[in-house]
């Protein structure tokens, strides 16, 4: 095993072991972060594919720099907020109800705008390379041809069409429904 295995492994055990206990939270933000990065770089480092290199000490450095510094702004976060009292989601709802500054519907158009021009770039990766670019030998071949740089910047909302698919559905009230995609009476 290598160094970052072990430290992966032990970082997995000591968020595993710390919420056991009664009153933690397993799925607190900062948790989830780290548990889901200690396990890929546990996983990545087995290297069962043939493209995977070693990573350089300046590479580590960048990635160890990138955590910390997201872990760091979910700290400050939560020392900020340490002792004010959490507010229930039916509160939420309610609350953006009564005040009708957030419209939905302008929500949903915008989702359904942003999915439209992930799919639209990611066919044009796909038909531009003739792979689908996580099966490619050379993934990061999108990020250096200026011609499709572009197109790979869409690609890349892939987690920001997935965050506020998330906000709908919780914003949503009596009328949520399973699969956003069947949903197009608020169009």
């Not at 949903?108 to 390379?129: D, G, K, M, P």
């Not at 949520?176 to 949903?183: L, R």
């Amino acid at each position: 095993m290598t160094i970052a295995q072990v430290i992966s492994l032990l970082i997995i055990i000591l968020i595993l072991t710390l919420s056991v206990k009664k009153g933690t939270d397993l799925f607190s933000p900062a948790k989830v972060f780290s548990l889901i990065w200690a396990v890929v770089i546990l996983l990545t480092e087995f290297k069962f594919s043939g493209y995977q290199n070693n990573w350089t000490l300046f590479s580590w450095i960048t990635l160890t720099i990138g955590l910390c510094s997201f872990l760091l702004g979910l700290y400050i976060t939560y020392y900020l907020y340490l002792g004010k009292p959490l507010i229930p989601i039916k509160t939420i709802r309610e609350n953006i109800q009564i005040t009708d500054k957030f419209d939905l519907r302008k929500l949903h158009i915008i989702i359904v705008l942003l999915f439209t021009a992930y799919i639209i770039s990611y066919i044009v990766e796909v038909i531009s390379f003739g792979t689908l670019p996580i099966l490619s030998p050379n993934p990061d071949r999108a990020r250096i041809d200026f011609g499709i740089f572009g197109f790979h910047l869409f690609v890349n909302l892939q987690p920001v069409i997935m965050l506020l698919c998330i906000e709908y559905l919780v914003l949503k009230t009596k009328n949520e429904k399973i699969f956003f995609v069947f949903e197009s009476e608020n169009i």
